[in-house]
């Protein structure tokens, strides 16, 4: 019997990342994920026995020696675009190790998903992007770069963003960049490119643009997500508008943060339109139209299935961090406001726990939480924007709200989350089941004098909220 194929997966916890794992099983291969945080990655059960997790950080060159040398070939899907000011340096940086660490090993194909470099003056998104594939390009592999504009699909954070500004302003005053075309891609063709474009020995050694069916301006593909949804938007375009007010244009309206939010902008007054587009004759894809991907990415909102979302990258929230770090909650110099309750009914209380957050809201004071998230976003945080990817599915490292998962148990009955709002300390929120009590503690970290304020103020709120929350989950 023929041993499988192994293939290299960076990024594994991405957007694409999660959704492209079970893809390359189908298709027979025994998967390497490659993860910076070995708490974050969960593996379902159904896909564990053709996947091995290991430890890679690409900005740590002594982790690539856990690559094994067997591998077949690899897809580089990393991006640090929102994490860090000089993320186009660290982009090189792991650009640079990872070339040098597989030209060690012998390694047939290697594909990178980079974007759209057409245009003559590119944003320093773009330019890092064009970056990593001259220095990946440099291999003793068989390399292939497929170049993609905008991502259309359920929880794509181009599909996020344009849902927040349709969905909440029927009148908009824009920035003039909304007049720049580009050429949208729907997430279900850009992961049958990466599929069927590995060891085709056609496209070894080339880069390929793909993108959708139709070239739109950002004007155009809002007031088109507006007639999807039966809305009737009008949008205004101004020239007055300089890239910080845009920044902040979409940062207070969309869920996404400033630094991401700055960087879309910069990105967006680039032409992303397909000029090497021969690709799809070559594999045999027939790209779907901006509407096909849009109608496809509501039915996984409907009902409930969205594999991945933007929202879960810690840089969502701001943060760099590894759940490793704060999964332990510390006691000394810290306040605790802890709350037990007695449950009527186990499973019931359980199922709401893990429901906490997003469209269910906290149970109670709703509006309390809003006026939170509110103030957070005018600090700089990332608010309540963010919400939950599934609506009762729950795993470490996702987002709710402005918390992070750092850990989730529904048979141990235990879910720890992280506080990524701006604060003058560190806090943790904890619901754990045990001898047939609700177990609720609020921890609180405080840094200095504004720390210890912070905390006596808000805590006749807390005594309200968190009374009235552990109430609502044990009825």
């Not at 001898?435 to 006596?456: C, H, K, M, N």
Request: include cysteine.
């Amino acid at each position: 019997m023929m041993s499988k194929k192994k293939i290299l997966l960076t990024g594994a916890t991405g957007y694409i990342g999660k959704r492209f794992l079970p893809i390359l099983i189908q298709k027979g291969f025994h998967v390497i994920c490659g993860v910076r945080d070995l708490d974050r990655f969960v593996v379902p059960e159904e896909l564990e026995q053709d996947v091995t997790v290991i430890k890679l950080d690409l900005l740590d060159a002594t982790t690539l020696n856990s690559i094994p040398e067997d591998i077949d070939g690899a897809y580089y899907l990393i991006h640090s675009m929102s994490t860090s000011s000089n993320y186009k340096e660290l982009e090189l940086k792991c650009a640079i190790n990872f070339r040098t660490a597989l030209d060690k090993i012998k390694v047939k194909h290697v594909i990178y998903l980079s974007g759209i470099v057409n245009d003559k003056n590119l944003s320093k998104h773009l330019s890092s992007r064009k970056d990593v594939e001259n220095e990946l390009a440099k291999g003793t592999y068989n390399f292939t770069t497929l170049r993609a504009g905008i991502i259309i699909g359920s929880g794509s954070a181009s599909f996020e963003i344009i849902r927040d500004i349709v969905e909440k302003l029927p009148l908009m005053i824009t920035p003039k960049w909304l007049n720049t075309k580009c050429q949208p891609i729907g997430i279900t063709d850009v992961l049958s490119f990466l599929e069927k474009a590995l060891f085709r020995e056609e496209v070894f050694n080339k880069s390929f643009d793909i993108g959708g069916a139709d070239i739109l301006t950002y004007k155009e593909m809002l007031l088109q997500f507006g007639k999807a949804r039966n809305l009737k938007r009008t949008i205004i375009t101004i020239p007055v508008m300089t890239p910080k007010l845009s920044s902040y244009w979409l940062y207070f309206v969309t869920s996404t943060s400033y630094k991401l939010a700055t960087a879309l902008v910069s990105s967006m007054k680039v032409e992303v339109i397909c000029k090497n587009n021969d690709l799809s004759e070559i594999l045999g894809i027939t790209p779907l139209s901006y509407r096909e991907s849009l109608d496809k990415a509501f039915v996984k909102i409907k009902s409930n299935q969205i594999a991945s979302s933007w929202k879960d990258a810690f840089s969502s929230g701001g943060m760099d961090m590894k759940i490793a770090q704060y999964i332990k909650v510390p006691k000394f110099g810290c306040f605790t406001d802890a709350r037990t309750r007695k449950y009527n009914n186990k499973q019931d209380c359980i199922e709401k726990i893990w429901s906490i957050g997003g469209t269910t809201g906290w149970y109670y004071a709703n509006w309390l939480w809003r006026i939170r998230g509110y103030i957070d976003k005018l600090f700089g945080g990332v608010g309540l924007r963010r919400g939950r990817t599934n609506e009762n599915a729950v795993i470490a490292g996702d987002s709710i709200d402005f918390w992070r998962v750092l850990y989730a148990n529904k048979k141990e009955g235990r879910l720890l989350l992280f506080a990524e709002m701006k604060l003058p300390g560190e806090a943790w929120l904890e619901f754990k089941i045990k001898d047939e009590v609700l177990i609720q503690t609020a921890t609180f970290r405080p840094l200095g004098l504004s720390g210890r304020l912070y905390w006596y103020s808000v805590l006749p709120f807390h005594g309200f909220i968190f009374k009235g929350m552990l109430k609502q989950l044990t009825k």
